[in-house]
């Protein structure tokens, strides 16, 4: 695969407190400047079995300032792919030039087809699949948010040995494909602890899919409203979090996970001397839509 690694993933300590807490932040968001975090670890094994199989075309799914539709694009121009993003919101088509994301996903040469999101919930369903081969050709499919077996396979290579120390894993939460990879390498004495980006209990039984152990946990409390959604107290927290870590958190998953991290950390939820490894899984692309979004509620803007 004509596509590496370009930044070496390192830890960072972000606090030790009086009860002998300590939180690391792993940076898988400097894996590269555009596919980084759990997109690359998504992206890769599904990548090579479209090589495989002699794919020329990905196709997938994603919202108007969607990470993965950003990544797919990218790494499709870097390995000479051709890539269509089936895009939720048939409104979007005439402001592409307004939002960031698509704009740069098309620069990279994805080809946009836009639907309204009555048709996008159709986006898993045989018929829908099969006008979309009938309207672009024979192409290798991958999944809204990138999750699928491959793509767990791949985050299951985001621990090392060096994180065995660690007794609880948390990373962001969004269509599960990350957290079951996590759960997957995890060691029998690490607890791992998925923070929901969503509102709704659907994620426990899809991330069942694909792991076996019980060693994890969703909190719920920390979607902030739902998907996309966020309000001044979290944006306040991302930017005073930037002046003090210099580590900039995005709003829609790791803003939330590590509130939601260190609110646990104040109520006093981890035992003494408890050892926590945050995932940054990157998605920081989609500040630049935010605050798009942001200045026109006239709410402040993320640093």
Same mark, same amino acid.
């Given at each position: 695969?004509?596509?590496?690694?370009?930044?070496?993933?390192?830890?960072?300590?972000?606090?030790?407190?009086?009860?002998?807490?300590?939180?690391?932040?792993?940076?898988?968001?400097?894996?590269?400047?555009?596919?980084?975090?759990?997109?690359?670890?998504?992206?890769?094994?599904?990548?090579?079995?479209?090589?495989?199989?002699?794919?020329?075309?990905?196709?997938?799914?994603?919202?108007?300032?969607?990470?993965?539709?950003?990544?797919?694009?990218?790494?499709?121009?870097?390995?000479?792919?051709?890539?269509?993003?089936?895009?939720?919101?048939?409104?979007?088509?005439?402001?592409?030039?307004?939002?960031?994301?698509?704009?740069?996903?098309?620069?990279?040469?994805?080809?946009?087809?836009?639907?309204?999101?009555?048709?996008?919930?159709?986006?898993?369903?045989?018929?829908?699949?099969? &006008?979309? *081969?009938?309207? $672009? @050709?024979?192409?290798? !499919? +991958?999944p809204e948010g990138g999750t699928n077996a491959l793509a767990v396979k791949g985050c299951e290579e985001i621990l090392?040995?060096?994180?065995?120390?660690?007794?609880?894993?948390?990373?962001?939460?969004?269509?599960?494909?990350?957290?079951?990879?996590?759960?997957?390498?995890?060691?029998?004495?690490?607890?791992?602890?998925?923070?929901?980006v969503l509102k709704g209990n659907f994620l426990q039984q899809d991330i069942s899919k694909f792991v076996t152990k019980?060693?994890?946990?969703?909190?719920?409390?920390?979607?902030?409203?739902?998907?996309?959604?966020?309000?001044?107290?979290?944006?306040?927290?991302?930017?005073?979090?930037?002046?003090?870590?210099?580590?900039?958190?995005?709003?829609?998953? &790791?803003? *939330?996970?590590? $509130? @939601?991290?260190?609110? !646990? +950390?104040?109520?006093?939820?981890?035992?003494?001397?408890?050892?926590?490894?945050?995932?940054?899984?990157?998605?920081?692309?989609?500040?630049?839509?935010?605050?798009?979004?942001?200045?026109?509620?006239?709410?402040?803007?993320?640093?």
């Amino acid at each position: 695969m004509n596509f590496h690694l370009e930044h070496s993933v390192n830890q960072q300590v972000i606090l030790s407190n009086n009860s002998g807490v300590t939180l690391c932040i792993k940076r898988e968001d400097t894996i590269h400047p555009f596919v980084s975090g759990n997109k690359y670890r998504k992206l890769k094994y599904n990548l090579l079995e479209a090589e495989k199989l002699g794919y020329k075309t990905l196709l997938t799914f994603g919202g108007a300032f969607s990470n993965h539709i950003a990544a797919v694009a990218s790494v499709g121009k870097l390995m000479g792919f051709k890539t269509i993003g089936v895009i939720r919101g048939d409104e979007l088509k005439a402001s592409i030039k307004d939002n960031a994301t698509l704009c740069f996903s098309q620069q990279c040469g994805m080809q946009f087809k836009f639907v309204s999101r009555e048709t996008y919930r159709e986006k898993e369903s045989e018929v829908f699949i099969e &006008t979309l *081969k009938a309207e $672009f @050709g024979d192409f290798y !499919l +991958i999944p809204e948010g990138g999750t699928n077996a491959l793509a767990v396979k791949g985050c299951e290579e985001i621990l090392t040995s060096e994180d065995d120390a660690f007794d609880y894993i948390c990373c962001a939460v969004g269509t599960g494909g990350t957290i079951s990879g996590l759960v997957n390498c995890s060691k029998p004495s690490q607890q791992v602890l998925g923070f929901p980006v969503l509102k709704g209990n659907f994620l426990q039984q899809d991330i069942s899919k694909f792991v076996t152990k019980t060693n994890w946990e969703l909190k719920t409390d920390y979607h902030f409203g739902g998907y996309a959604k966020i309000n001044a107290k979290l944006i306040t927290f991302i930017n005073q979090f930037k002046k003090e870590y210099n580590i900039l958190l995005d709003p829609v998953y &790791t803003g *939330k996970m590590m $509130f @939601g991290i260190l609110d !646990l +950390i104040e109520k006093g939820y981890f035992p003494n001397g408890t050892k926590i490894l945050a995932i940054h899984t990157g998605g920081l692309q989609g500040i630049a839509g935010m605050n798009a979004v942001l200045k026109r509620k006239n709410l402040p803007l993320i640093e």
